[in-house]
């Protein structure tokens, strides 16, 4: 019975890898058809809002591999490259694409021996047959020249940057997982051909998943005699071609963005996405207070009394023999002065519309809660290094301090074939064997000055 269920396992494992090989072979007896490789970055390439202006005319001379890194590969040697030799076509295609193609004519540069080849060819053909013409063999239409040059580079290939897995094993019969992490760096500038300055530079990164898993077995069985082995697997491994092609689109849209930022160049509106409505816009909850109108004081009026005029004297006029009872004159009237009104308090009334008001909310706003990110990461580490590390040994392992080794300049000048091996160097003389360890090195420096500022000990040690 033990035996049968063996044979059993072992028929599901082979079915398992039947499977995965009848559908090998079926794209092998019918392959699929051609098809478009679209860009890694298609829709960031197209949402680049549109220069306000004419088109940028750049030549690109080359963007070469200055990796020398050959293919990984386990126990053999491996004369591949480990990236593309032809990148500078990748960078021609992202820069035409760019904005929908509003962006920069691009010159070509990369064939200019055949070209110029064959406009002399041209020329050469319009002097002999067409100088009877009347006005003389037809010119040829000049060259357009490049105010801006594009250079640059795949400037690094780092394999095996993260390599891990998991497996089981239990009397002859296990399962495997496992993956690798390589990452490929490019760096591109641009440089004013007028002046020969570098206007722009910008690096990007792109990270090369692989997997595989599989099952066996493998067993004997009366006492040695018989053997039963299956084995099922299954690779992925992510196109380096498209890890290339990735990080020039990115470094593109970076430069046209960090050109905008630095006032080379404007753009003529928002994104493409929002300028057509095709990004939705999220609803902002707004609250609108309404401040009750001030009352003005106002003044009393003071209402002045009417004028009194004064009173006519009476004056007796004694007449011979006779007399006369004096007059009496009434005097007018004086009417009191009239009390200055105090004015009454303006209640003032505000309708309020529910649908359109939003009365303000009599409690906080609660606050945020704190991202992943924040809880894993010392925010004074990522402050300084940009980098996500809970303390300062974690930082020290991500940053490979110990294990990366760099040279001072003196020593390469002293030991000539050192030159080989420490290619890149900063500006404090120090030399590295690529620019990820450069930037490692720096990164790590800065956290070290800002916990020795004003400390007595040092956390190299």
């Not at 997997?211 to 040695?224: A, E, H, N, Q, T």
């Not at 402050?383 to 110990?402: N, W, Y």
């Amino acid at each position: 019975m033990k035996n049968l269920k063996v044979i059993l396992l072992a028929l599901f494992l082979t079915g398992c890898g039947g499977t995965t090989a009848q559908k090998s072979l079926e794209v092998y007896n019918q392959p699929p058809e051609p098809r478009i490789q679209e860009a890694p970055l298609a829709r960031e390439l197209a949402n680049v809002p549109e220069l306000d202006g004419k088109k940028i005319t750049i030549a690109i001379y080359g963007f070469t591999d200055k990796t020398g890194q050959r293919k990984p590969a386990d126990n053999i040697a491996n004369l591949s490259s480990a990236v593309t030799q032809g990148a500078e076509v990748w960078v021609i295609k992202a820069l035409a694409e760019a904005g929908g193609g509003t962006w920069f004519e691009v010159v070509e540069r990369i064939g200019l021996d055949n070209l110029v080849k064959e406009r002399q060819l041209i020329r050469n053909t319009r002097e002999v047959y067409e100088k009877e013409l009347p006005n003389g063999p037809t010119p040829l239409k000049p060259m357009k020249f490049a105010g801006l040059i594009l250079e640059g580079g795949i400037i690094g290939y780092d394999s095996n940057i993260a390599v891990g897995g998991l497996g089981a094993r239990y009397l002859g019969v296990g399962a495997q997982t496992e993956y690798r992490v390589d990452t490929v760096t490019v760096v591109m500038r641009i440089v004013s051909v007028s002046t020969g300055g570098v206007l722009l530079s910008v690096a990007t990164e792109k990270t090369i998943a692989s997997s595989r898993s599989g099952l066996d077995m493998f067993k004997f069985f009366d006492l040695g005699t018989k053997l039963v082995e299956a084995e099922n697997g299954y690779s992925v491994n992510e196109p380096v071609n498209y890890a290339v092609r990735a990080a020039i689109e990115a470094g593109v849209v970076e430069l046209i963005n960090e050109g905008e930022r630095k006032e080379l160049w404007k753009f003529k509106s928002k994104t493409k996405a929002e300028q057509v409505g095709l990004v939705e816009k999220k609803p902002e909850l707004k609250v609108i207070v309404k401040k009750k109108p001030a009352v003005k004081k106002v003044a009393p009026k003071v209402v002045k009394a009417p004028e009194v005029k004064p009173e006519p004297k009476v004056v007796e006029v004694k007449k011979p023999e006779v007399k006369t009872e004096p007059k009496v004159v009434k005097a007018p009237e004086v009417k009191a002065e009239p009390k200055a009104v105090e004015p009454k308090s303006q209640v003032t009334i505000t309708k309020r519309s529910v649908d359109k008001d939003v009365l303000p909310l009599p409690m906080p706003l609660p606050k945020a809660k704190p991202t992943m990110i924040d809880r894993m990461c010392n925010p004074e580490i990522k402050k300084i290094t940009d980098v996500c590390a809970k303390d300062t040994e974690q930082l020290r392992k991500f940053m490979k301090v110990g294990i990366e080794k760099h040279v001072a300049i003196a020593q390469i000048i002293a030991d000539p074939n050192l030159e080989d091996v420490y290619k890149v160097c900063d500006k404090n003389n120090l030399c590295f064997k690529n620019v990820a360890e450069m930037y490692r090195w720096e990164s790590w420096t800065k956290w070290l000055d800002h916990v020795n500022k004003g400390k007595n000990f040092n956390l190299v040690k």
